[in-house]
C-alpha cells in the first residue's frame, strides 16, 4: 500500500477519467487513486472498474448512489483514507484543470518541508488561472480576498480544490460538524485546520480550465460560499477548536 491517497470525485467524467488517472499512476511517487463516484449515468464507474483490472490495488472506486455534492463526496472519501494506512491524502479534480504532476511539490511541502496542509494555489504569486474569462477571474480571485478578510486565515487561495492534508489534520477534524457542501466545504477544511493550530503551506500552481466535459459551478455554489463565510465567522466567535 502507497502512503499517498488522491480523491478524485466524479459525475460525468468519461472525457477525462482515463487520462488522469493514467497521468496520475505514471508518476514518480507512488499514488494511489480512490474515485469517489455519484453514479454518473455516462459510464465513468465503468471505465474506472476497467482500469482497476489493469492497475491492480492502485486504483479503487467509491460507489454512490447520486449527486450528493463535492463536500461530502470528499468526507467519504476521507473516512475511506482514515479507516486505512495513509499518511497522505489529496484532493483533486478528474478534468486537469489539477496538473497531476503538481502532487509530487504538494507532497514534498508535507512530507520533507514540515508543514500540515498543502495548498495548490492560483494566487499565491499574482493570478495563475488559464482559460478562464476576466469576470470569472475576478469573481473568484476577490472572493478569496473577501474570505480572507473576513475570516482572517494566511491563504491566498481559500476556494483551492487541489489540496494535500496529512493524515493527523484529518483525525483531528470532526467531519459530522462540517456544514457545507459546496465551494464554502473547501474554506471551511482550511478554516478549521487552520484554528486547531496546523501549519499550511500554498505551493503555486497554474490552473488550466477543463477543455473535456462539463463544468460543475452554478449559482447556488457562489452563493453558498459567499454566505457560508459569515456563518464561519460567526460561528467562530462562540466555538473552541483546540
Known amino acids: 500500500m502507497s502512503q499517498s491517497l488522491v480523491i478524485i470525485p466524479t459525475y460525468n467524467e468519461k472525457d477525462n477519467i482515463e487520462r488522469i488517472l493514467r497521468a496520475v499512476m505514471e508518476l514518480p511517487n507512488a499514488y494511489e487513486v480512490l474515485v469517489v463516484d455519484d453514479n454518473s449515468p455516462d459510464g465513468t464507474r465503468e471505465i474506472v472498474s476497467r482500469l482497476q483490472e489493469e492497475y491492480q490495488e492502485k486504483i479503487h472506486l467509491l460507489k454512490r448512489?447520486?449527486?450528493?455534492?463535492?463536500?461530502?463526496?470528499?468526507?467519504?472519501?476521507?473516512?475511506?483514507?482514515?479507516?486505512?494506512?495513509?499518511?497522505?491524502?489529496?484532493?483533486?479534480?478528474?478534468?486537469?484543470?489539477?496538473?497531476?504532476?503538481?502532487?509530487?511539490?504538494?507532497?514534498?511541502?508535507?512530507?520533507?518541508?514540515?508543514?500540515?496542509?498543502?495548498?495548490?494555489?492560483?494566487?499565491?504569486?499574482?493570478?495563475?488561472?488559464?482559460?478562464?474569462?476576466?469576470?470569472?477571474?475576478?469573481?473568484?480571485?476577490?472572493?478569496?480576498?473577501?474570505?480572507r478578510v473576513i475570516l482572517g486565515i494566511p491563504v491566498e487561495d481559500t476556494?483551492?480544490?487541489?489540496?494535500?492534508?496529512?493524515?493527523?489534520?484529518?483525525?483531528?477534524?470532526?467531519?459530522?460538524?462540517?456544514?457545507?457542501?459546496?465551494?464554502?466545504?473547501?474554506?471551511?477544511?482550511?478554516?478549521?485546520?487552520?484554528?486547531?493550530?496546523?501549519?499550511?503551506?500554498?505551493?503555486?500552481?497554474?490552473?488550466?480550465?477543463?477543455?473535456e466535459g462539463t463544468s460543475k459551478m452554478s449559482r447556488g455554489i457562489i452563493n453558498e460560499a459567499v454566505f457560508g463565510v459569515l456563518k464561519l465567522k460567526l460561528r467562530s466567535l462562540i466555538k473552541r477548536y483546540k
Open 65 to 147: 448512489a447520486g449527486k450528493q455534492g463535492l463536500g461530502t463526496a470528499y468526507l467519504d472519501g476521507f473516512r475511506w483514507a482514515l479507516e486505512r494506512q495513509y499518511q497522505y491524502v489529496f484532493e483533486m479534480d478528474a478534468d486537469f484543470s489539477h496538473n497531476p504532476t503538481d502532487l509530487c511539490r504538494l507532497f514534498k511541502a508535507c512530507a520533507e518541508q514540515g508543514h500540515d496542509v498543502a495548498v495548490g494555489s492560483r494566487y499565491a504569486t499574482g493570478v495563475n488561472v488559464v482559460n478562464w474569462p476576466m469576470s470569472r477571474v475576478l469573481l473568484s480571485y476577490f472572493a478569496s480576498r473577501y474570505v
Open 159 to 211: 476556494t483551492a480544490g487541489f489540496v494535500c492534508y496529512k493524515r493527523e489534520v484529518l483525525e483531528r477534524i470532526n467531519f459530522k460538524r462540517i456544514k457545507f457542501v459546496g465551494y464554502a466545504f473547501q474554506i471551511e477544511m482550511k478554516f478549521i485546520a487552520f484554528k486547531l493550530g496546523f501549519k499550511i503551506k500554498e505551493v503555486p500552481v497554474i490552473f488550466t480550465d477543463r477543455t
